[in-house]
């Protein structure tokens, strides 16, 4: 038992490249770990620790409580409405109607064989290390947020990118569509993910483009490492390096680091490298787990009609100052 127990704790410790090396993963035709295939990082760990008081690492009693507590909100998210309770107040929350379509997940995040309360793992608080000049520009971005036109919405309620930063980098999981597909050549790796559609194409052994050219999801170029796919990203176009939550300024760079550990695991560390927000680099990793559905289709109808409305009632109260 002591031998099992303490065979059990060190491959907890093991990190990613060293548990890989115990697993053999399957192969491309040109001698690559095969990345492809559906993929989910749905989880009820989050990107930083809620509880101060938590550990990184989860003893069993945690685990089954913040468990038991995700339980208990489906639970109760899934009950059936009161026919007679009638409509809500004026001005008060609708809410959504039901939960069957969420994605949040039911289980706490596990990596290395251990359960985590946060996916970033240093600092050793799970909070990312926000400057006092990063929080003065995080204030005058949300300054925006909720404005009366389409500058008040954020790229996400814009049909533009996955929210909570799913589409990433890095991609964090999130309350629904937490699907990925990945396909790879020898000369490319694309991930489609779920929310919004969004497709990042990662170049393999390419420099990177000027930083002029700032797009969607940033330029990420990949490169293998052995058995691990490292893909560094640069140059965010604006309204993607200034969304939430992990925002993104000019300096940045992220290194994301994709190993297969398992049959249906794909460990999935990042590195967020930012001295236009953060005091220190900071770094965080998770694992993807094979998805028993594919990836459909994403409609965002905020995009569709929403934005359309913004811009009629604009310019209705447009028309209506100048009488």
Not at 209 to 221: F, H, M
Not at 279 to 301: I, L, N
Request: glycine residues 10%.
């Amino acid at each position: 038992m002591r031998q099992a127990a303490f065979l059990a704790a060190t491959l907890g410790l093991m990190a990613p490249a060293a548990l890989a090396q115990a697993y053999q993963p399957p192969r491309t035709p040109d001698g690559r770990p095969d990345l492809q295939g559906m993929w989910t990082n749905s989880s009820i760990t989050t990107l930083e620790r809620t509880n101060a008081s938590l550990p990184l690492v989860l003893n069993a009693e945690q685990v089954a409580r913040m468990e038991g507590q995700r339980l208990q909100q489906e639970v109760s998210a899934n009950s059936r409405t009161d026919p007679d309770e009638g409509a809500p107040a004026v001005g008060g929350a609708v809410l959504g109607y039901n939960a069957f379509w969420l994605d949040r997940g039911m289980k706490v995040g596990v990596v290395n064989g251990q359960a985590r309360s946060s996916w970033i793992t240093e600092p050793a608080n799970g909070k990312m290390p926000v400057s006092d000049a990063g929080r003065m520009r995080i204030a005058e971005i949300m300054k925006t947020r909720n404005e009366d036109g389409p500058e008040g919405m954020n790229p996400a309620d814009r049909c533009l990118v996955g929210s909570r930063g799913s589409g990433g980098p890095p991609m964090l999981n999130n309350i629904y569509n937490n699907t990925y597909q990945i396909v790879q050549t020898p000369d490319h790796v694309m991930i489609d993910v779920e929310m919004m559609h969004d497709a990042r194409i990662v170049r393999l052994n390419q420099p990177h483009k000027p930083a002029a050219v700032a797009q969607w999801l940033g330029d990420s170029v990949g490169r293998w490492e052995g058995d691990t796919l490292v893909v560094v990203t640069r140059n965010w176009n604006r309204w993607h390096g200034d969304y939430e939550p992990v925002f993104l300024s000019e300096q940045a760079t992220v290194t994301e680091r994709f190993t297969r550990t398992g049959a249906d695991e794909l460990t999935y560390a990042f590195e967020i490298d930012d001295p236009g927000f953060y005091t220190q680099t900071w770094k965080g990793e998770m694992v993807f787990t094979t998805s028993s559905g594919p990836v459909y289709e994403f409609a965002c109808h905020e995009g569709n009609h929403a934005l359309h409305g913004i811009l009629q009632g604009a310019r209705i109260l447009e028309a209506k100052a100048k009488r």
